[in-house]
């Protein structure tokens, strides 16, 4: 019996160090919302840094420096053979800036509605689901371990974003009156719509941790990827109230995007330490293991 326990625990601790995607705590929920609200703010003020006038400078610029980054950290990621939360967060914020500005530029081009292109950003996802599920048979994110899976994941990621951005912009642009007006929107505002996808998001999470739904189970997936698409109108809904309404626009996309990096360097900073403990502990177990199998050796 005790040469069985030995043996279980390091292949538990070795499954949880090859899985490309942090473990889902409150640190993780907070550490996505945090990444949303500032790639909302950084890219609104990126595109906007060399003024009205030349708008169309500024989103060029914002394509390239986002875009490029968020490609040099995803393959810095995806290279790895364990979850780096440095490489992990820098890729998801980054994303959160490009996503953005992505879903925005398709609305731009195609002339839809935002409830139309929330519908096409939903359906994408959905796709994204159905060639993840036919290639790998597995849509766990406990299960990130080879690259196929890997690319999949962030597809899903990307496409949860823009989803996340036409749907946060549907509630909140009005009808008519404002600067942006279009015909399907619920005019909700950015406030309103935020605590609406919030109450909802703390729903999903509320329900994960008292019912704790089976790992890998359809109940755990579907609630996960619920939250997870939820966290990008929740974070950008109060970006842009405080960026732009509260106190007539007073902190503007510029104070908001120093509070939001701020906030995120602080929660890039508790994963950091973190994973460096569980590593640590990690290296303890192993070296444990392998004195007591030298030792039965000799």
């Keep these: 019996m005790a040469t069985n326990t030995i043996t279980r625990a390091p292949e538990s601790t070795a ?8 473990q ?8 996505k919302l945090v990444s949303t609200g500032l790639g909302e703010s950084v890219s609104d003020f990126s595109s906007q840094i060399f003024g009205q006038q030349n708008s169309n400078l500024g989103e060029l610029f914002t394509v390239a420096w986002s875009l490029g980054l968020f490609i040099v950290f995803l393959f810095l990621q995806m290279r790895s053979n364990r979850y ?5 967060w820098s890729s998801v914020a980054l994303l959160a800036v490009f996503g953005t500005f992505s879903a925005d530029t398709f609305k731009s081009l195609t002339g839809l509605h935002y409830l139309e292109t929330t519908l096409i950003f939903g359906a994408l996802l959905l796709v994204s689901f159905g060639l993840w599920q036919h290639a790998t048979h597995d849509l766990s994110i406990h ?124 929660c890039m900073t508790v994963n950091l330490v973190l994973k460096h403990r569980e590593n640590a502990a990690t290296a303890s177990v192993e070296t444990e293991e392998q004195e007591r199998i030298d030792v039965k050796q000799k």
């Excluded at 499954?15 to 942090?22: E, G, Y």
């Design 15 to 22: 499954k949880t160090i090859l899985n490309k995607v942090p």
């Design 24 to 31: 889902i705590t409150i640190l993780f929920w907070l550490t």
């Design 84 to 88: 780096r939360p440095f490489y992990y």
């Design 143 to 266: 299960h990130i371990t080879n690259r196929k899976k890997e690319a999949y994941y962030w597809l899903t990621v990307a496409f949860s974003f823009m989803l996340g951005t036409a749907a946060g912009d549907w509630f909140a642009t009005a009808r008519v009156g404002g600067y942006n007006v279009d015909p399907t929107g619920l005019g909700l505002g950015f406030l309103n719509s935020g605590l609406i996808f919030g109450a909802a998001f703390l729903a999903l999470v509320a329900y994960r941790m008292i019912r704790k739904p089976a790992q890998n189970g359809a109940s755990e997936i579907i609630t996960f990827w619920l939250a997870y698409v939820l966290t990008r109108p929740v974070g950008a809904s109060f970006a842009d109230y405080f960026g732009y309404d509260f106190h007539n626009g007073i902190l503007g996309n510029q104070g908001m995007s120093l509070i939001w990096l701020a906030l995120f360097a602080i």
